[in-house]
């Protein structure tokens, strides 16, 4: 297929990436291209819905659009623009974030929790270049499993369940769970590291963890056990980190550092710690999970070296852990190396 698969996933959970306005045919059609669009996807052709309140924005979308090849569908207001995305399901939506009485934000967040529409990828279209309290108002509405690209519909299910039980409507960008911050922190923290380092042409290295058999291991033995693991493995994090590190605990089974100053070498001595500790940690019960024991993939990738933004870093950091998954964890992946 022309969408390539692990794009998709890595980036349909959650707003996929940004337009400027005003918007040239070059740069909408590159970011189509960037994104695997082409215009056909297998044998039909590819549906684009676009969401704006501004008439003359959805004709100048439908005049770039149009002529490549895509079929375009137009909404003027964020009401209509759901109620066509439910309709047509299209292949991506373009949406602009600020529009009056339902805007952008708000049919993010309805589209992500309904199950027709939550894998549809959004391009944002905004104003202006996104702040860091736009990004984080986008992924405080896109929920931390939202962000999971390597799972399937039946884990998202699942775990939603899971979520809606552990945390009875949590408030703020803390984890009650493990004391750490969560997801939408993370993607705040992620936005200033990168502006930081671009500034000051400085490095840093990212490291995001995923326990293996997690939810076997809440199967097992449940949530209360669950919770014991994930605080125990928090308080180590915690340990290990520097002060001017940030550690968060990114989705259910999912944590995620972000070491300052540093290039990848040490950061892969730190990660390879990290797992042999997770690895060797006698938790409770393990002996009765068909696997064996809960085990992590790790993954490690650096900035600016390996990738250039908060989203690229992340769909890269996804994309090893699925790796190391696919070879039945307990594994690190650094971005770049063999093996």
Do not use: W
């Not at 439910?86 to 589209?111: A, R, S």
Request: hydrophobic content about 40%.
């Amino acid at each position: 297929s022309s969408v390539v698969d692990n794009l998709e996933l890595g980036f349909a959970l959650g707003a996929t990436d940004y337009l400027v306005k005003p918007v040239d045919r070059i740069s909408l059609l590159k970011k189509l291209s960037d994104l695997s669009f082409s215009t056909k996807k297998g044998r039909k052709s590819v549906n684009i819905l676009c969401i704006d309140d501004h008439v003359e924005v959805l004709e100048l979308l439908t005049s770039i659009l149009e002529p490549s090849g895509y079929n375009v569908i137009t909404a003027d207001s964020g009401k209509e623009g759901i109620e066509k995305a439910i309709t047509y399901k299209p292949d991506l939506i373009i949406l602009d974030l600020m529009m009056p009485e339902v805007d952008g934000f708000e049919v993010t967040q309805t589209l992500k929790n309904n199950s027709l529409t939550m894998d549809i990828p959004i391009l944002i279209l905004t104003a202006k270049d996104l702040t860091v309290d736009d990004r984080l108002r986008l992924a405080g509405r896109v929920e931390t499993f939202m962000q999971k690209s390597h799972f399937t519909k039946e884990d998202l299910l699942l775990q939603i369940r899971d979520l809606e039980t552990t945390y009875p409507n949590r408030a703020g960008l803390l984890d009650e769970v493990s004391g750490l911050f969560d997801h939408s922190y993370f993607q705040i923290r992620l936005a200033q590291e990168v502006s930081r380092a671009e500034r000051y042409k400085n490095t840093f290295s990212l490291i995001m963890l995923d326990l293996d058999n997690f939810t076997e291991y809440i199967k097992a033995h449940g949530i209360h056990r669950a919770n014991v693991v994930i605080k125990k493995i928090a308080e180590f994090l915690r340990k290990t980190m520097r002060g001017s590190d940030t550690v968060v605990r990114y989705g259910i089974d999912e944590f995620a550092l972000i070491l300052t100053n540093t290039i990848k070498s040490p950061a892969g001595a730190v990660a390879k710690r990290l797992l042999s500790y997770i690895d060797s940690y006698p938790f409770y019960g393990e002996e009765v999970m068909s696997k064996g024991k809960i085990t992590v993939s790790v993954s490690v990738i650096n900035y600016p070296r390996d990738a250039s933004s908060p989203e690229e870093l992340i769909f890269k950091a996804h994309q090893m852990l699925r790796k190391a998954k696919s070879e039945g964890g307990a594994r690190l992946e650094v971005y770049g190396q063999q093996g």
